[in-house]
């Protein structure tokens, strides 16, 4: 599956979003997920990926589709309702006699040459995810529209104040020192019960003088505004303290950020940070020579990697209580309170984790049960197609591309990064960092985007579709009743019951199609809308995301 943009023929006017996407999936067999929409008040476009009922479609309204290839979104292009609405045959929708095509191509064959423009589909990389960034200027929140200061504004979680940036986009707050985030692993594992819990923890490894690596583009969608306070998970680096004091001028103005100083290959500095309870393990690495042999440029990242894999744990200490302040020292409070107290892994082996590579012919030594050859390419590998290895190389692409479809490196950072504005593009830029601002009925509507989310089919309102149901029953259930447009299955690599010892590993089916049979361990990706103007309808949305938690 691969992404690609076209235009939407006339038979697709004045449909609102859901209905044209059910449309693209259930009769032309491709998803659509984003469409190019103009801005309230404004003559400019934004990418709004799917934004609801609020958006309809008009002419000559460009899509962007996840599809098999450039000729099945071509199907978009030239579907007529009077030619083909009759049509059972997919590979029967093709150009025909009606006016409407031609309207399409006459008012925007030059314009958008670069784009479509009713010949080939340009070819898009491989889906990223993350959510979307503002497209539509929503009703204002404070009739009034009065100016608040972030610092006082926003409701209160847990007695702390909810904070924003200047453009309403990240949670933000005040500059922390390094030092008062810095946990020594005594302290972060003096007590019996854990301080950390349904956390992130990453591993880096650099010196002193190593490179930056940015960690503030990891952090930032981690911290995204159109997340509930209670939902941002902490996030603990683990690494050089040195190297670290320089990335955290980048980072200094997010939430939940905590350090421990030391080494990822350290065991007593993983059990410190609880990573057998954590909900993720990123390991990074900034010491890539130019001069070290490829299969030794990696070496650290992948010992890390297999070092945790290797660790075992009490099974006791994942058993978190609810009153949890009752089992600790005097002065001491867990560090994050999860949303769901959950038991930890008993073995390394089923922590999530996932490495960055800086070779692709290392993802051979990533896992000990792999059996694939060692000239497989990436993309054809266990780790790559299980979510535990990504490849630099994998970011080669988006250079060429960029240069023949401009809209490609917004979308692909759009879903990766949380959203951007061009108001925070210029505050970047220009080095001055995340900066608190005043919140206004804007800043605070930007909150208010969609975001990346998983369904679980085991339990919840859509469960019903677990059990031997059909994909396409879901789609439409979910976007219907929810507005929630779903792409793709999360599925255990083991599902029979001949394996005698199942893998914890799962792997994604990009946009099956519409007759694949459901399991009721199968999770669900989808771009779930975030409406903070209709608390009742997003804790109906809440609830059905954190059903796969």
């Known amino acids: 599956m691969e992404m690609y943009t076209e235009y939407l023929s006339n038979a697709f006017i004045g449909l609102t979003f859901p209905k044209a996407a059910e449309l693209c999936f259930l009769k032309l067999k491709i998803l659509l997920i984003a469409i190019e929409a103009k801005t309230e008040g404004s003559a400019e476009s934004c990418i709004a990926i799917n934004p609801g009922y609020t958006v309809k479609i008009e002419q000559a309204t460009q899509g962007f589709f996840i599809a098999q290839s450039a000729d099945e979104v071509k199907r978009a292009f030239y579907y007529c309702k009077s030619c083909h609405g009759d049509v059972t045959d997919v590979r029967a929708i093709k150009k025909c006699r009606c006016k409407g095509l031609t309207a399409i191509k006459a008012g925007h064959g030059d314009e958008n040459r670069r784009v479509s423009s009713g010949s080939t589909p340009h070819k898009m990389p491989r889906l990223g995810s993350r959510p979307s ?7 204002p929140l404070d009739t009034d529209n009065k100016l608040t200061p972030s610092r006082h504004n926003s409701t209160q979680n847990n ?7 200047v453009t ?19 302290q972060a594992g003096a007590t019996t019960t854990p301080l950390f819990s349904n956390h992130v923890v990453v591993c880096v490894f650099a010196d002193q003088n190593s490179p930056l690596m940015g960690l503030a583009s990891l952090v930032m969608p981690l911290r995204a505004s159109n997340f509930h306070y209670d939902e941002l998970k902490c996030v603990v680096l683990v690494g050089n303290e ?14 939940k950020l905590y350090v421990v100083a030391g080494s990822p290959l350290n065991r007593a500095n993983l059990r410190a940070v609880s990573i057998n309870l954590c909900d993720m393990c990123v390991v990074l690495s900034a010491k890539h020579s130019a001069s070290e042999d490829t299969t030794l440029v990696d070496k650290e990242s992948i010992l890390c990697s297999l070092n945790i894999k290797a660790m075992s744990f009490d099974d006791s200490v994942g058993l978190l209580q609810d009153d949890m302040d009752a089992f600790l020292p005097p002065g001491f409070s867990p560090i994050c309170n999860p949303l769901k107290v959950f038991r930890g892994s008993s073995y390394g082996a089923n922590i999530p984790i996932i490495t960055e590579l800086a070779s692709d012919c290392n993802v051979q030594f990533l896992d000990q049960d792999d059996d694939d050859d060692p000239d497989t390419e990436l993309y054809m590998t266990q780790p790559f197609s299980c979510g535990t290895a990504f490849a630099v190389s994998v970011l080669d692409s988006l250079m060429s591309t960029t240069y023949f479809n401009d809209n490609a ?19 970047l830029a220009e080095g001055a960092g995340m900066k608190g601002g005043y919140s206004t009925p804007e800043t605070l509507s930007n909150r208010s985007r969609c975001r990346v989310g998983q369904i679980s089919l085991f339990e919840g309102p859509l469960s019903q579709h677990g059990e031997g149901g059909r994909y396409s029953d879901l789609f439409s259930a979910a976007l219907k009743n929810y507005g929630i447009l779903c792409i793709g299955i999360y599925r255990f690599r083991d599902t029979t019951s001949s394996v005698k010892s199942p893998s914890s590993k799962r792997y994604v089916i990009t946009n099956p199609p519409d007759d694949f049979p459901l399991l009721p361990t199968d999770q669900v ?24 938690i």
Request: charged share 25%; with cysteine; net charge negative.
């Open 409 to 427: 490196l917004t979308l692909i950072r759009t879903l990766i990064s949380g959203g951007a504005t061009p108001e925070l593009e210029q505050i």
């Open 242 to 255: 040195e190297y670290l004091k320089r990335e955290w001028k980048t980072i200094h103005n997010f939430p």
């Open 525 to 548: 990706f989808c771009f779930a809308p975030c409406d903070f103007n209709n608390p009742v309808r997003a804790r109906e949305i809440e609830r059905l995301l954190s059903s796969a």
């Open 133 to 139: 960034s503002p497209t539509i200027v929503l009703p």
């Open 168 to 186: 309403g986009m990240f949670h933000w707050c005040p500059e922390r020192r390094m030092e008062d985030c810095i946990l020594t692993k005594e």
């Open 159 to 165: 007695g702390e104040l909810m904070k924003f940036d």
